[in-house]
C-alpha cells in the first residue's frame, strides 16, 4: 500500500462512501435490524429460554459440528485441489478448474436432491455403502457431505491466489538447506498459505452454519439428532411463533458477524504484516 | 479475506524446476486423489442431474422444459437476475472505490458488513424482509393501505436476491483494487483529469476482467437461490415461481424427471457462465502477457 | 479531518433512518386496527352493488391458498368450476393455486399473500388467520359440515406383500419396523398422524395418559427420517425405499399407488383411525378489498355440489355427500373413525398440549422430561 499518505487528491470519496452505506443500510442493515426490533418484544428470561432449550441446543451442536467437519475436510481437500491446479500441469485442467464453482451456481435444493438421491441406501454409493454398515444419508456423516460440497469453493477460492503468488525463493532456500520436500512443506509453504487456509475454512463454516436448502433433504431432520438450526426457525415459523424463530436467528447473526469479523482482522494484520517487512 | 480472486492458471506457475516440486508419481498420486474428491463431491451430482432429467426419454425432457409454468419461471428468474445484478455490480465499484483508494476508520467492520450476507442463513435473509413488509411488518400497514405488494410478488423476490448476491461484486474487486493500489490514479489527477474521467480511462480497464468474474459468479449465484427466494414468493405457480422453486413443485409433485430436467436447465446456465468465465481468464490471461511483453 | 466529519454525519443520518424505521412501525400497527373495519365495510358495499349490472363482468381471478396433498384435486376442480361459472354467469374466472406445507401457508397469508380462499390442511390453520382479523370467527359456520368439503383418514402404505405383518397401530412399534411419517410440528398431516395413534393407544389403555404418551413415544423411536412435509416422506418411503410403513393421508396413499407403482406397495386399514376434516375459507378481507366475494364463495360452494364431489371423490377424498359417497363405496373402505372435536378438544386445545414448544410432542424426543 504505497503513497496512502498523498490519497486526499482522487476524488469521489464522499459519494461512493456514501452509496456504499446507504446501500448497505437499505439492503442489508435496516432489514437485519427488523430481526433485532422484532426479538425485543421477548423478555430476556424468554429469549434465553427459547435459544438454550434442549432441542435448540441440540441443533447449534449439529449445525456446529457439521459446518467444523465440512470446513475441515474443504480446507484439506479444498488446499489439495488448489495446489494440484496451480502447480502440476494435466489434460483437462482448465475444465475441473471451472467445476470448483459449480455449488456456488447450483440450486442449494437441486444438490440437496441429487446428493440425496445419490447417498441414500438405495443410490448409486449409498448402495455400496450399506452392506458396510455405513448411513450416509440420513445422518449427520450426510448433512457433512452437503456442506462439503457447499464450501469448497470459498476454501480453493481464497488458497489459490495465495499459492500462485508464492514466491519460488523461499522453497528454493528450504531446499538448499537441505530440507526434504514433506519438510518444506509442512515447516515454509504451509505457515505462509495458512491464513488463506482460516479464512476458506471459517468462511466454508459460516456458511455451513446457515445451509438450509441442500440440507434439509439429506438430514433426516430428526430432533436432537440430525436437526439444524436453520430448520429450527423454520419449525418457528410454521408455528406462527415469530419471536422465537427471531431469537434463534438473532444468535445465528451474531454468531456470523463475529466469525466474519475476527477472518478481516485476520486478514487486515496479515496484510499489515507483509506491507511492513 | 482474500476473495474469490480471479485466478490465472497461467502456464509459468506450473512449470516449476525439478527441485521445488514433487515427483511425477507424486504428483499424479495428488492429482488422482484431487480428482477423485471433486468426482465424489461435486460431478457426481451432476451427473445424477442429467441421467435422472433424460431417464423418461428426450421428449418428457423437452416438454417439462417448454412447458407455459417452466417458461414463466425461467422469465421470472431472468427478470430478478436482471435487477439484481446491475444493482449489486454498481454497489460493488462503489464499495470498492471507496475501500480501496481511500483510508478510513472502521473500515473492517464495513468490509465485514458486506461479506455478511453471505454467511446469514438464506432462512434469515428471506425472513427479514418478511418482517419489514409483510403484513404484520413494519412497513406492512402502510403499504397495504397504498395497495403497495412487496412480498409474495416480484419486488420482494429481488430484494431477497439482491440480498444474497450483495458481496460477490464487492468482494471480487476490493483485493484486486487493493493490490493495483492509486499511483495509476493519482497520475491522472494530477495530469488534470475528472473524477468519471479518471474511472472510465484509468481504473475500469484494470478491472475489468475481475469485474466480468464478479458479475458472472453474482449472477449465477441470483439465477440459483432457493432457500431466501422460498420465503418471500408465496409460490403461485405460473406467476411467482422462479426456476429453483419450479423444480420444487415438480418434485414435490413426483414429477421426478420433470424437475431434474428443469433443474438441468439451471445447470447448463451453470456451465456457460463457467464456460463464460474461463474464456475471460484466458483473455486476461493473453492480455496480461501482452502487456508484459510490450 | 474532513473526512472523518463526513463519515461521521453518514453515520448520524444512518442511525436516525433507523430511528425513524423503529417509529414508523410504533406509529403504524395501531392505526390499521382501526383503519380495517371502516375499508372493509366499503369494499363491501362496492361488492354488493357490482352483481347488479347484468352486462358480461369483466374476467377475474381467484388465488386458492392450499396446502401439499391438494395439487392433483384442485387442477381437476378449477378446470371443472371455471365452465361452470362461465356457464353460469358468463364470466371469465382463472384460478391461480398456491401450494405448500399448511403451516408455511397459512403464514404466507398472514403475511399478506393475497389469497381469495384457502383449502388447507386443519382449522388450525385457518383459526390463525383469524387472528389479524383477515377471517371472521365464525368460518367453521359459514359452510356445510364444518366447512370441509371432503374428508380423508390416515392410512398405513406398507410394501407389497405387507414382509413384516403390519396390521394395525401396535405393529408399527415391534422391533425392527421402520415408520415413516413427516414431523408434527411442521406438517398439517403428521398432526393427524399422530393424533390417530395417541387416540389408538388411549383407547388400547382405557384411557390412561402415560401411557398413551409411552405408546407414542416408543413409534417415534421407530421413526428414521422425519421430513418437513407429506410429500417428501412420501419420496423418502417410495423413491428412496427407506422404511416399512408410510403414515400416510389416505388420498396421498392412493396417490402414490397410482402415480409410483401400482405393484409395489398396498395399503392396510388400522382398525382406528382419525376423521381428518380439511377444511376451506374465504379470506374476507382479501375478498371485500379485490371485490371476488361472490365468486370465491361461489368457488368453494361448488365444492359441495355433486360435480365437487365426483371430483373429490375421483381424487380420493371422502366425499361429503352420501350419493356420491355411495357410488364410491367400493373405494373407501368403513373404519372407526376419531374426530378432532369429540376426541380431542378441538384443534387449539389439541396443538397446546402436543404440538406447542414444550408439549407432548416435544417432551417424547428430550430425555428426563
Known sequence: MKGSKSRNILPGFGLSLGFTLFYLSVIVLIPLAAVFFRTAELSWSEFWSTVTSARVIASYKVSFLTSFFAGFINAVFGLLIAWVLVRYRFPGKKLIDSLVDLPFALPTAVAGIALTAIYAPNGWIGSLLEPLGVKVAYSPIGITIALIFIGLPFVVRTVQPVLQDMEKETEEAAVMLGAYRLRTFWKVVLPELAPALLTGFALAFARGIGEYGSVVFISGNMPLKTEITPLLIMTKLEQYDYAGATAIALVMLIVSFLMLLIINLLQWRMNRRTVSD | ?294 | MKKIAQVRSVFIILALALVLAACGQGGNAPANVTNEPASSGNAANAATNDPAKDEPKPPVELLNVSYDPTRELYVDFNEAFSKHWKAETGQEVTIKQSHGGSGKQGRAVIDGLKADVVTLALGYDIDAIVEPGLIQADWQKKFEHNSSPYTSTIVFLVRKGNPKGIKDWNDLVKEGVEVITPNPKTSGGARWNYLAAWGYALKQNGGDEAKAQEFVAELFKHVPVLDSGARGSTTTFVERGIGDVLLAWENEAFLSINELGPDKFEIVYPSLSILAEPPVAVVDKVVDDRGTREVAEAYLKYLYTEEGQEIAAKNYYRPISETVAAKYADQFKALELLTIDGDFGGWKEAQTKHFADGGIFDKIYTPGS
Open chain 2, 1 to 294: 479475506m482474500a476473495g474469490a480472486i480471479t485466478v490465472h492458471t497461467s502456464e509459468e506457475t506450473s512449470k516449476r524446476p525439478r527441485h521445488i516440486t514433487e515427483s511425477r508419481p507424486v504428483q499424479w498420486l495428488l492429482i488422482g486423489l484431487a480428482l477423485l474428491f471433486l468426482g465424489f463431491i461435486v460431478l457426481l451430482p451432476l451427473v445424477s442431474v442429467f441421467v435422472e432429467a433424460f431417464k423418461k426419454g428426450i421428449g418428457v425432457y423437452f416438454d417439462s422444459i417448454t412447458e407455459p409454468d417452466a417458461l414463466s419461471a425461467l422469465r421470472l428468474t431472468l427478470i430478478v437476475a436482471l435487477i439484481a445484478v446491475p444493482v449489486n455490480t454498481i454497489f460493488g465499484i462503489a464499495a470498492a472505490w471507496a475501500i480501496s483508494k481511500f483510508k478510513f476508520r472502521g473500515k473492517n467492520i464495513l468490509i465485514t458488513l458486506i461479506d455478511l450476507p453471505f454467511a446469514v442463513s438464506p432462512v434469515i435473509s428471506g425472513l427479514i424482509y418478511v418482517l419489514l413488509f409483510g403484513a404484520q411488518g413494519f412497513f406492512g400497514p402502510w403499504l397495504d393501505e397504498r395497495g403497495i405488494q412487496i412480498i409474495f410478488a416480484v419486488p420482494g423476490m429481488v430484494l431477497a436476491t439482491v440480498f444474497v448476491t450483495v458481496p460477490f461484486v464487492a468482494r471480487e474487486l476490493i483485493p484486486l483494487m487493493q493490490a493495483q493500489g492509486v499511483q495509476e490514479e493519482e497520475a491522472a489527477a494530477s495530469l488534470g483529469a475528472k473524477g468519471w474521467q479518471i474511472f472510465w480511462k484509468v481504473t475500469l480497464p484494470n478491472i475489468k476482467w475481475g469485474l466480468l468474474y464478479g458479475v458472472i459468479l453474482c449472477n449465477a449465484r441470483a439465477m440459483g437461490e432457493f432457500g431466501a427466494v422460498s420465503v418471500v414468493s408465496g409460490h403461485i405457480r405460473g406467476e411467482t415461481n422462479t426456476l429453483p422453486l419450479h423444480i420444487e413443485i415438480l418434485y414435490n409433485e413426483y414429477q421426478f424427471s420433470a424437475s431434474f430436467a428443469v433443474a438441468s436447465l439451471l445447470v447448463m446456465l451453470a456451465v456457460v457462465t463457467l464456460i463464460a468465465k474461463s474464456i475471460v481468464e484466458w483473455k486476461s490471461g493473453q492480455q496480461k502477457r501482452a502487456h508484459q511483453t510490450d
